[in-house]
């Protein structure tokens, strides 16, 4: 049997998860299950299943969670519903209860943090909660694994049972109850023949649903009159248009519901910790530099301790091994290309990939843990003013800034953005902010034409690759992601301590996620670079770089920068090597000018004047970002067409800045 | 007079909420409707947006979108 996992945000939802899949993280693909929808065998019940949806407050479609929440109960079929509710907040969550109840599907209400609401002396009479909803209610708390075997048994049971939610009508009487009970009467039997639950198609008739639910009920114009007609009718009677009147509808149920059954304690102590911490961390003048404390103090540790340590143990690893081989293949006479296809393809592909995997373990710790201790929230919060002038909210904050040091972890990191339309921008955004493997290249830059004020020139670089980015942004604001945002209206969470599972497993998650989807992309990337590099024209294994095939391409996209002012080959031979890793334009550059990396400063100014070296560090601070990032953005956008428009647009981009520094630098001349 | 313009640490009462589509029925969603007691915790150190507090939670929302709540003070 099928379970869907379904609960608001901020409910412990997915804590809850990991507790019902324990380590049987067997992920299905299930129908309907979207790519970031997961799901997992159910601990001790073989053969069941729970798919953890999107969190959401309301299955309106609205926004791309709830789609994905309302396809997969609608069209899947799902056999039973586990709701989480938090009870330390149950009128709010319950909403969505109320909501679910209409779909007619055997369902479970978990109430979560039930060990707060008894530490702080409340407490809910479940019996009497679990007749008024007419579901089973089982008390749990997810983070200290209890409650969770009566859940899955409970959930099981009624599945098995089919026994469906038997409240679901939450006015007993007024004007709402003879609206609901006339519609009713005209749409019952349509519902019934695509087999919705009459009660839901009721519900989306008054909503007026435009997702094109409605026409799929087949109804004649006439009956859509007559329902217009009493909807109208109630309006007028309640003073309430047809929304208003039925949020008012569910919440007054709701509150008669909790007047029953909830006892609150006094005031919660987590709600006072949590003003505590606020009173500093949203502070008027301790907010921002706290902020940026934060982020500095994470990235120290990820760029410049731990991550960098790790990756650098990987790498010399991996490079003990290949020279390793190396030199196993020299000595059993191996064909020179099939040894360099090891060495340069293989393993460099490997070791670029393996480098990854540390920085994205290290800052995904830090990631879920400012997550889950609701931190996050309150950075949109203090950013959200920042960011508004971009058509993006607050939340887009933290894997911007991330982007600075790696475009990989930052694209994945926007998978915490609740709304599509903010989490594409903001994957479109991440790029222009420098990443730290350009660094090489604006110091040999620097070195060779701006001895002494290399901070000068990165600093305006980094200003330089913000501006552009701001500049796309209210561009793409105005255009491709015209249209209203996604509201900004966001529950601060009360603060608290993370669970260290679901944070180790959150970290495995990403881990696994990049090796499974971008390993392919960027060994093949590799290796066809490599091809490139190791071959002439003739398809003849050369050792000279100049007659390889990259060169030859190299010659031929040159002229596309003579306007920029550097049309030698072998600048656009390293900007093409660039694609790889950024750190190989320096390297390239050296091969090609026969002098190696450390002589660069010496042989830059021969292929460069100092308007032109400005024109090209433009170019490199925007052009396409590398393969492994664009693989990642590929993941992310689930789309081949967009991913190949941002490379392009990037690319594109960098070469119209690159073109405007050049031209008015070389006037000003 | 619009929740926006509401002082610090005041409880009102909403008397209609305004605006249109996905955010009118977000504000709907998350609790906001007539009836309903709201109070402004404090705003954003940039001035914007404001946390109020609303059925025993915290919400976040720009002051743009209160201004579409109309509500009356609370004499308490």
């Not at chain 1, 309907?32 to 790519?35: I, P, Q, S, Y």
């Not at chain 1, 993006?392 to 887009?396: I, Q």
């Given at each position: 049997m099928i379970f869907a996992l379904v609960g608001n945000q901020n409910s412990g939802k997915t804590t809850l998860y990991n507790a019902l899949t324990g380590s049987n993280r067997h992920v299905g693909n299930f129908p309907?299950?979207?790519?970031d929808s997961k799901a997992g065998e159910i601990r001790g019940a073989k053969g069941h299943f729970v798919v953890d949806l999107p969190g959401i407050y309301s299955i309106r479609p609205y926004s791309s969670e709830e789609i994905v929440t309302r396809d997969f109960i609608i069209n899947e079929k799902p056999d039973g519903i586990i709701n989480i509710a938090d009870a330390s907040n149950i009128e709010r969550n319950l909403y969505l209860t109320l909501q679910l109840l209409e779909l007619q599907i055997p369902t479970v209400l978990a109430l979560n943090m039930m060990d707060e609401v008894r530490g702080n002396g409340g407490t809910i009479d479940i019996a009497a909660i679990s007749k008024l909803l007419g579901i089973p209610v089982v008390p749990v708390s997810a983070v200290k694994n209890e409650g969770i075997t009566e859940l899955i048994k409970t959930a099981v049971d009624t599945a098995r049972n089919r026994a469906l939610p038997t409240v679901t009508d939450f006015c007993p009487s007024g004007p709402f109850h003879r609206c609901i009970h006339s519609v009713s009467h005209v749409v019952e039997d349509h519902a019934q023949r695509i087999g919705i639950s009459r009660r839901y198609a009721v519900t989306k008739l008054i909503e007026g649903d435009d997702s094109g639910f409605i026409g799929r009920l087949g109804l004649s114009q006439n009956e859509l009159e007559l329902i217009e007609h009493s909807i109208v009718e109630m309006e007028n009677e309640r003073g309430l248009d047809r929304n208003a009147a039925l949020a008012d509808m569910r919440y007054s149920f709701i509150e008669d519901v909790c007047r029953l059954t909830v006892v609150k304690g006094r005031v919660s102590r987590e709600r006072l910790r949590s003003e505590k911490i606020d009173r500093l961390l949203t502070n008027k003048t301790a907010a921002l530099p706290i902020f940026f404390a934060v982020m500095v103090l994470i990235f120290w540790l990820t760029f410049g301790v731990i991550g960098s340590f790790l990756s650098d143990l990987m790498s010399r690893d991996i490079d003990l091994l290949a020279s390793f081989v190396d030199r196993g293949l020299e000595r059993y006479g191996m064909n020179p290309a099939v040894q360099s296809l090891v060495i340069d393809g293989i393993f460099a592909g490997v070791g670029s990939v393996v480098s990854f995997l540390p920085l994205i373990v290290v800052l995904f710790f830090f990631l879920s843990v400012l997550e889950d201790t609701g931190y996050m929230a309150r950075v949109a919060f203090v950013m959200d003013k920042l960011l508004r002038g971009l058509g993006?909210?607050?939340?887009?904050f933290v894997p911007m800034i991330i982007g600075f040091g790696c475009s990989v972890p930052a694209i994945m990191a926007t998978r915490t953005l609740s709304s599509e339309r903010d989490r594409k921008m903001t994957i479109l955004l991440t790029p222009f902010m420098s990443c730290s493997a350009k660094i090489p290249i604006y110091a040999v830059f620097s070195a060779a034409f701006f001895p002494g004020r290399s901070a000068l020139v990165m600093t305006s670089l980094y200003i330089g690759g913000m501006f552009v980015g701001v500049l796309t942004a209210m561009l793409l604001n105005k255009t491709a992601f015209r249209g209203k945002p996604v509201p900004f209206v966001m529950e601060l969470p009360n603060y608290r301590i993370p669970s260290f599972k679901s944070v180790v497993l959150l970290m495995w998650e990403k881990a696994r996620d990049f090796l499974r989807k971008a390993f392919t992309v960027i060994l093949l990337a590799t290796i066809v670079i490599w091809f490139l590099g190791a071959f002439d024209s003739r398809l003849n294994f050369t050792e000279n770089s100049q007659e390889s095939l990259l060169a030859a391409i190299g010659r031929l996209i040159a002229p596309v920068f003579r306007p920029l002012g550097f049309g030698d080959w072998r600048i656009a031979t390293s900007l093409i090597a660039g694609f790889s890793a950024k750190e190989a334009v320096v390297s390239t550059l050296g091969v090609l000018t026969g002098a190696g990396v450390s002589a660069l400063d010496a042989t830059l100014p021969g292929m460069f004047t100092t308007v032109s070296a400005v024109s090209f560090l433009v170019f490199t601070l925007l052009y396409t970002p590398c393969i492994a990032a664009v693989a990642t953005i590929r993941r992310e956008l689930r789309s081949r067409l967009e991913t190949a428009a941002v490379v392009v647009g990037q690319c594109l981009i960098a070469w119209v800045c690159a073109y405007a520094v050049y031209t008015a630098g070389s006037l000003l001349r | 007079m619009t929740l926006d313009s509401m002082p610090i640490g005041k409880t009102a009462k909403i008397e209609s909420v305004g605006g249109e589509g996905a955010l009118r029925l977000r504000l709907l969603d998350m609790g906001l409707i007539p009836g309903t007691e709201v109070t402004v915790q404090k705003t954003a150190p940039l001035g914007d947006p404001l946390e109020i507090s609303v059925r025993g939670y915290q919400l976040t929302i720009r002051k743009d979108d209160a201004r579409l709540l109309s509500v009356r003070e609370e004499n308490k």
């Open positions: 309907g299950v979207t790519v993006l909210s607050g939340r887009s | -």
